[in-house]
């Protein structure tokens, strides 16, 4: 696989930020790890370069001289109103527009299943779907991906969006026996996102290549991946440590899970 001179990765600190910057480092002369929390010593090919999403100047100084970005920065999970638009609607617009001005040529962007999270799971869908977001989360992935696909069309800046399922070890509950992806499979997939030649925008999902399956795989297919691993060889284990759900829990119906059952954060607060 080729390999780039720099490649920015942000949310370096995180579940998924960890294993990307042991797989990435082989691809990249060097590897610039950004994130708000803490990131350790840094290896011989490492840059550490904290900074918040939030900040436009910081983000600029950190998309200099990069090649191509992997953005897996942000909240990854629901939360209040204020937290996912700074995070992750300011943030992605300071990432796209920060790439823009420093020429950057493509970004991996760690998008959600959340942003077609009400789907149901007996809907075979595929990337070409309007988005159908299950939170104020989900809207900020999808808000991302309209970023992403007008910064493509407008200003020739290409983007991988990664719809990912579940990425743990091993699948936790029943439903991520159909949406779980492992981290072997996610360094491939986002491997061979920063490798295609030619992406455009271009959006995938991120899961591996599991018996059960809610969405059409085929666009990741295109730019190269095969999923190595399987949940159903957790199937057992899982079953055995929960039990099914009502027919008519939204966390069964829909493949967003229970993310289509969560309450709007901000009521919490109030
Ligand atoms: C996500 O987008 C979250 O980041 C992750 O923590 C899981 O909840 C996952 O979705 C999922 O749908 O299982």
């Known amino acids: 696989m080729s390999k780039f001179n720099r490649i920015l990765l942000t949310g370096a600190a995180g579940a998924l930020g960890k294993v990307l910057r042991v797989g990435l480092a082989p691809l990249a002369t060097h590897l610039r790890l950004s994130d708000v929390q803490p990131l350790g010593d840094a290896d011989d090919n490492e840059e550490l370069v904290p900074a918040d999403l939030a900040d436009f100047d910081a983000v600029m100084d950190l998309c200099k001289d990069v090649d191509m970005v992997a953005h897996f920065g942000g909240k990854a999970v629901e939360g209040t109103s204020k937290e996912v638009f700074s995070s992750n609607i300011t943030g992605g617009y300071n990432i796209y527009e920060a790439c823009r001005r420093n020429g950057v040529k493509r970004v991996v962007f760690a998008s959600s299943n ?44 290409e983007t991988v969006s990664l719809r990912i399922g579940s990425c743990f070890p091993e699948p936790k509950d029943r439903r991520m026996l159909a949406t779980w992806m492992s981290h072997r499979d996610l360094v491939q997939l986002v491997s061979r996102s920063l490798a295609a030649p030619y992406v455009g925008f ?43 759900q009502e027919l008519d829990d939204p966390a069964l119906i829909y493949a967003g899970g229970m993310y289509t059952a969560f309450p709007h954060y901000d009521d919490e607060q109030t």
């Open 202 to 244: 271009h959006a995938v999902y991120g899961v591996s290549d599991n018996t059960e399956q809610f969405w059409d795989t085929s666009s990741a297919r295109l730019i190269g991946y095969r999923p190595e691993d399987n949940a159903e060889v957790y199937r057992e284990k899982v079953e055995a440590a929960t039990s099914p």
């Open 114 to 157: 959340h942003s077609i999270g009400y789907y149901k799971r007996t809907e075979r869908i595929d990337d070409q779907v309007p988005h159908r977001p299950d939170t104020l989360y989900g809207v900020s992935k999808a808000f991302t991906e309209d970023l992403a696909s007008f910064y493509w069309d407008k200003f020739g800046l």
